[in-house]
């Protein structure tokens, strides 16, 4: 569904992301992980139209939307949602979520009947009179998951939807993404939460330096010598292994 | 946002009281008074639509109404096109120029400040402009001739004018009307609060945004036919006056941004201290200190505008019954 084939985005001299192939298929769940600083939100933002690539294709469907502006892309089923939410502060909940609503109808009993029915599936019905910016933390990440399911994606980029909420909430959204996936929508993630992404995701691709550098199912992901190291330093992987050996 | 049944007996009952106003008022001083309070506040819902809805503030706002004023007068003077047809050129010229002043801003990502003093910039060129060119009559400014009757938008009585003003106040309120239920407003909205995110969820930002500012650029320029026909005389800087750009989004700031009545209540309140002050205070120059304070007082104190206050109280009424 979603293809990737070797972007590079530079800032100056910066290579942010360096020759990133991956890709994602329909009725998938795939994530994103790799240290703070490894280029993630940049691969997304180039993957959705924010940023332009330097080099490299992005094809969703087949089609390139390399260069595409992202409401073009949205349009076309993939939206992503923001790390650092990005409310419509003053509107409440229901106006937030029919702006996504309004993507596919311009009738607005049509589009509050279908962002009620997106609140119910994130779970938000209570807080639907409540303007966005007295929201808690964890309703402002249902709200962003809630706007982007509102332009009725096939293709679901969430952005560390789980950072900054406590494990309760966690499980909640991760059955809430469950849901979202089980409806068809394929789903694309960064995230920081490892429980969250070995009980979501079917593969993972980690990035490290703007490069990826594994690739595979979740737990395949978590002994990989290079992962450890990317994430604990270098040598940690050998120390492991000795450790676990005494 | 849907209004509820009360308000739509409140508009009725308003709209009914303004048709008969002039039955009930014999000073023409007091119904010229209330024509300069409708055409503010119609100037001022023009500019409410992109400052106030789609949260881009321009500073310039008076180009579309000087540019309508002389799209109408040259097609009258020069060529004998009755205004009643004139000001559709002058709509169709306000929508032009704004559609290429929103193009060249918008689509170079001007925000905030600098899309303000663009349309600064503009309205400015524009007085230059206008100043030095020939077909404009230049500093001279034009004169037109008075032949009142329908098909020239002018009028032997105040009452006429009153009328006109009112029906252009309608206008401008039922567009905002209109985009309070509309998709599109619901997006302009969604631009001003977080255009990130708006453009993520599918909204052509620069798209909406240049409706925005054509939509602006009609109602100016339909205005400038109104003031031209109604004064007999332009010249640039009475149509290009950086005063009257700064009026319009005054009397909406203080009324309320991106609300259907607060350029009317601003403009209403605005006008009524003004002559207020004016009537009051003799000493010259007096009057305007007072008007200031008073200016000063409002925005520090109803940084939401006077609707503010209203919804204020309102919200707090509905959480005491929850």
Known sequence: MLEVKSVTKRFGGLVAVSDVDLDVAKGEIVSLIGPNGAGKTTLFASIAGFLKPDEGEVILNGKSITNLKPHKICRQGMVRTFQITQPFATLNT????????????????????????????????????????????????????????????????????????????????????????????????????????????????????????????????????????????????????????? | MKLPFRSNIFIALGLLTAMLAPFGISSKFQLDVLTLIFFTAYLGQSWNILGGYAGQFSFGGVMFFGTGAYTSSILLSSFGLPPIIGIFAAIFMGALLGLVVGYLSFRSGLRGSYFALITLAFAELLRVLANSVEFTGGGVGLFLTYAPGLYNLQFTSPTGFYYFSLILLVISLAIAIWLERSRFGAQLVAIRENEDAAEALGVDTLKCKIYAIMIMGGMGGAAGTFYAQKYLYIDPPISYSIALSVEMLLVTIVGGMGTVFGPLIGSFVLHTVNEIARHFISTPGLSLIVYGFILIVIISYLPNGLVGLFRKTRKNKENDDA
């Open chain 1, 94 to 246: 229901l106006e937030n979520i029919m702006v996504g609503a309004y993507a596919n109808t311009s009738n607005k009993s049509l589009a509050k009947s279908n962002a009620e029915r997106v609140a119910e599936i994130v779970g938000m019905t209570s807080l639907l009179y409540q303007t966005a910016d007295g929201l808690t933390v964890a309703a402002r990440k249902r709200l962003e998951l809630a706007r982007a399911l509102a332009t009725n994606p096939q293709l679901l980029l969430l952005d560390e939807v789980m950072a900054g909420l406590n494990p309760t909430e966690i499980d909640e959204i991760v059955d809430v993404i469950q849901g979202i996936r089980n409806t068809g929508v394929t789903i694309f993630l960064i995230e920081h939460v490892m429980k969250a992404v070995v009980n979501l995701s079917d593969r993972t691709y980690v990035l490290n330096d703007g490069k990826l550098i594994a690739h595979g199912t979740p737990n395949s992901i978590a002994s990989d010598p290079a992962v450890i190291e990317a994430y604990l330093g270098h040598g940690a992987a050998e120390a492991m292994a000795r450790g676990g050996k005494a």
